[in-house]
């Protein structure tokens, strides 16, 4: 007898900054990573159930597939609210039940119609208690929990249902929480403010399951702020240094973290040990009076451009988070990013419009004063829609926000912050910054990225940076690449959204003059009987 189907799906992730849409292809890979969420909850699901998981970034829901199923699970972020939405509809239609958690559902179900069973917060407290009550028939709406679990019972995610081969990276999570409380950020909502951590062993045993698979290459530990707990981490370093030794480097890891990270010298040295190839902070703004209003007090306490070169200067790439739009930006904020980014060489730099996310200091502020005008779609890099009223005038805030995106994507300067950033970064001869051996996915992208790029239209500065890179940095060449194929999704996607904000201008212009016409057809009757006003 066939066994119940749950079905967990994950929405699509628009193209954006994040997607890599447009880079992915250049190695063979359909998505930059899986769903680390969905394949955790699989291990929760006892074995009477069949799990299956679709994820629809690189793969199609077959109707026959949803037909077979007893339940559908989605897990989505605020991103992923357009796809989810028409995910859930789809189930309707088929008769089929429908279950959704994960961090858009846990902000916003008010706002989610077509969901049967709500699973909010962490899972590892209200999953079970729906799975006990589904199991009897007697499954509620909602099941949710502010309880703040220790990460002990989580169990090792199902990558058996994941076919990573179609991935770029393979997303892990050591820790849950962040000390800081930025008022623009919902992960202290969502996980609190102590970081609560897996125990070495643990980390470490799925770490090994991500080997046993036969995956080999990027690992994103996607914790919000991986430096949470220091004593904690420092310990698991010191045993993935080992780990890596004993299995011949097989991963290279990336995480975020606060600036603060440059400051713990010990720290730094044991994630170049472990093999740690980029950290993403939130840099923000080089606006003081901003980071101060925004509670980024952390930024404060330090030189960041002196922390990141630091950072730079042991091997691991930063990347940085931007935000325009804050209360008291002043008016030369956008000449200032630009300058600022440049400095800090970083090549991957996602700058954003602020946005006020549900559940957040920021959002509960501008409600307060009425400034709210919408909900967040949760993507602040590629639509320019505020939802909120902002101090500096709206429209040249868009304009100034556009006018960075296309300046630090100029080729030449995001080539520029390439060649400065491999400059940082340390000689052969320091101990620990030999790169990994070049592999076949290299080699292919290698050779895609000579054909593609040599015949686009930056064509010449990108033969102007290879030359210059592979003269200066030779040791380098997987970095060298890398940093090439991204800039070609960096280009991609900055010329569409340039391209539909030029659009969308064309038609506001043209809105507004056939409203002008239409005013001035309705005051004709004014102008030509004159008696009319009497």
């Known amino acids: 007898m066939d066994r119940p189907l749950f079905l967990l799906v994950y929405p699509e992730v628009p193209a954006t900054y994040w997607s890599y849409k447009h880079a992915l292809p250049f190695i063979g890979k359909r998505a930059a990573m899986p769903p680390l969420g969905l394949p955790t909850i699989a291990a929760m699901i006892p074995d009477e159930y069949e799990c299956r998981v679709v994820d629809l970034n690189v793969e199609k829901l077959p109707e026959r ?193 606060s600036v603060d990270l440059a400051a713990d010298d010990e720290l730094l040295d044991l994630m170049q040990a472990a093999r740690f190839s980029m950290v993403f902070l939130g840099i923000e703004t080089p606006d003081a009076e901003s980071l101060s209003g925004a509670g980024k007090m952390q930024n404060l306490r330090q030189d960041v451009a002196q922390s990141v070169r630091r950072i730079q200067e042991h091997g691991i790439e930063v990347t940085g988070g931007f935000i325009v739009g804050f209360d008291t930006d002043p008016p030369q904020i956008f000449d200032l990013q630009i300058d600022y980014i440049d400095s800090l060489a970083i090549p991957q730099a996602m700058v954003g419009l602020l946005m006020a996310l549900p559940n957040t200091r920021l959002y509960d502020r501008l409600r307060q004063e009425g400034r ?23 429209v040249h805030l868009r304009a100034g926000y556009y006018r960075v995106l296309e300046t630090i994507y100029r080729p030449d300067r995001y080539f520029s912050r390439c060649l400065e950033v491999l400059r940082r970064f340390p000689e052969p001869s320091t101990p620990g910054s030999r790169e990994r ?34 003269g200066s940095r030779p040791d380098l060449p997987v970095r060298i690449i890398t940093f090439a194929i991204l800039g070609h999704h960096y280009f991609t996607i900055t010329r569409s959204i340039l391209r539909r904000n030029r659009l969308a201008e064309r038609r506001q212009r043209r809105a507004h003059r056939l409203a002008g016409a239409r005013s001035r057809d309705r005051m004709e009757p004014l102008v030509t009987r004159p008696e009319a006003l009497t």
Request: proline fraction near 4%.
């Open 65 to 257: 597939l949803l037909a077979r199923a007893e339940l559908v699970l989605i897990s989505a972020m605020i991103v992923q609210a357009d796809s989810m939405r028409r995910l859930v509809a789809r189930c309707r239609r088929a008769g089929v039940r429908v279950a959704a958690g994960g961090p858009y559902p846990t902000s916003c179900r008010d706002s989610i119609e077509g969901v049967d069973h709500f699973i909010l917060g962490e899972g590892e407290i209200s999953f079970p208690r729906f799975l006990t009550d589904y199991a009897a028939g007697i499954a509620k709406e909602v099941y949710e929990s502010d309880c703040r679990p220790e990460l002990a019972t989580v169990p090792i995610p199902r990558f058996d249902l994941l076919r990573l081969d179609l991935y770029d990276t393979v997303p892990l999570q050591y820790s849950r929480g962040c000390p800081f409380d930025c008022e623009f950020c919902d992960i202290v909502h969502l996980f609190g403010r102590r970081a609560r951590v897996k125990s070495t062993a643990q980390f470490i045993a799925e770490v090994e399951a991500v080997h046993d698979t036969g995956f080999r290459g990027s690992v994103f530990i996607v914790d919000d702020n991986f430096i949470g707990n220091r004593r904690a981490v420092k310990e698991l370093l010191r045993e993935l240094v080992v780990w890596q030794k004993a299995h011949g480097t097989p991963f290279q890891f990336s995480t975020e973290a």
């Open 437 to 470: 051996p070049i592999r076949v996915r290299e080699i292919v992208g290698l050779l895609s990225s000579l054909i593609r790029q040599t015949l686009s239209s930056y064509s010449f500065h990108y033969l102007h940076y290879l030359r210059r890179a592979f």
């Open 372 to 394: 709210l005008v919408g909900e967040s779609t949760g993507n602040n890099t590629h639509e320019a829609e505020l939802n909120f009223r902002p101090v500096m005038d709206e």
